[in-house]
């Protein structure tokens, strides 16, 4: 059973789009999807600078297009995806991971990528808050220390990682006095993602997602809210809106797929975070992390 995965802001790297503009029609496919979000995707996937290219409102529809372009490439090479497939998305991934899965259609994935982008960057400069990382500990310890400093645990990626968010005199205060046998570390972020901060990007996709009539998905597709299985078109679009203020459970979707079976593992472009996450929670399961067009040879779960 292969799991088709799509990485979330934090994953891009300079020139990601380089090699894939290459592939036909991918070139006009990202000049018309810039048009959509207002954004020079093109210049932003293969010049622009590092510095560039972690602004929240350039990330997340950049990151969308790079998964949006693999997949394609994927589909074209390999044919359609297994009907046992289970797809999923780190955070802003989950939109990618929708129209892959077909809830929605890959143009409405990459404007609702740049709604949410520009938003999330507005929320950010309305109040000083940030996000920190809190590695190992005890669990329970950590999150009642999180609760002490009316901090939120906007981020569980495996056991012993946990993101923490908040203002930026709370997150301070954990660096500074951190849980009994954790280490903190504090995260270049533009502000406290996957929390209350971010009402008014949630109004704003709530909005723009108004506009959508979604479809079931074709693929089981989880849910960062729970890892759980999302069968339904409309309650799949709820939580892409809900998602930006509540917490991204990927430590769950990793325990659905362990328990699955996924014996295959394939991460999107910008690929290589979730792959990293994979090879301790489901240890020993091939994986692959695609970051260029060669990588897509002998591709494990479809050759």
């Known amino acids: 059973m292969l ?7 934090g994953s891009q790297t300079p020139g990601m789009l380089t090699e894939w503009l290459e592939q036909p029609g991918a070139h006009d496919r990202v000049a018309a999807w810039s048009e959509t979000v207002g954004l020079d995707l093109v210049r932003l996937g293969t010049v622009a600078t590092a510095d560039e290219i972690t602004d929240t409102a350039v990330t997340q529809p950049l990151v969308v297009v790079s998964a949006l372009l693999a997949f394609d490439e994927i589909r074209n090479r390999k044919g359609e995806l297994p009907a046992d497939t289970i797809v999923s998305g780190h955070s802003v991934g989950e939109l990618a991971a929708a129209a892959i899965t077909g809830v ?10 740049g709604i949410r982008g520009a938003e999330m960057a507005k929320a950010c400069a309305l109040e000083a808050t940030t ?12 999150l009642a220390r999180l609760a002490e400093l009316d901090l939120i645990p906007a981020n569980r990626n495996a056991v012993g990682q946990i993101v923490a968010a908040g203002s930026v005199a709370a997150i301070d205060e954990l660096i500074a006095n951190p849980p ?11 502000g406290a993602f996957h929390t209350h901060y971010m009402a008014p990007a949630r109004d704003a996709v709530a909005a723009a997602a108004a506009d959508i009539t ?3 998905p074709n693929r089981t597709l989880l849910s960062n809210s729970d890892g759980a299985a999302v069968t339904d078109g409309a309650a799949a679009l709820a939580k892409l809106v809900d998602q930006v203020t509540s917490p991204v459970r990927w430590d769950l979707c990793s325990a659905t797929m362990r328990s699955a ?6 991460e999107l472009t910008p690929a290589g975070a979730l792959v990293g996450i994979a090879k301790r929670e489901l240890k020993g399961v091939p994986s692959r992390a695609v970051k260029v067009p060669a990588d897509l040879e002998d591709l494990p779960g479809l050759g």
């Open 261 to 266: 079976g996924v014996d295959s593992i394939i």
């Open 214 to 216: 979604p479809n079931d």
């Open 131 to 142: 996000m920190a990382a809190v590695l190992g500990g005890d669990e329970t310890a950590v």
């Open 104 to 113: 929605i259609t890959a143009d409405e994935a990459v404007r609702l990528a």
């Open 180 to 190: 009994e046998k954790a280490r903190t570390r504090k995260l270049a972020v533009a």
């Open 3 to 9: 799991s088709l995965l799509a990485p979330g802001q």
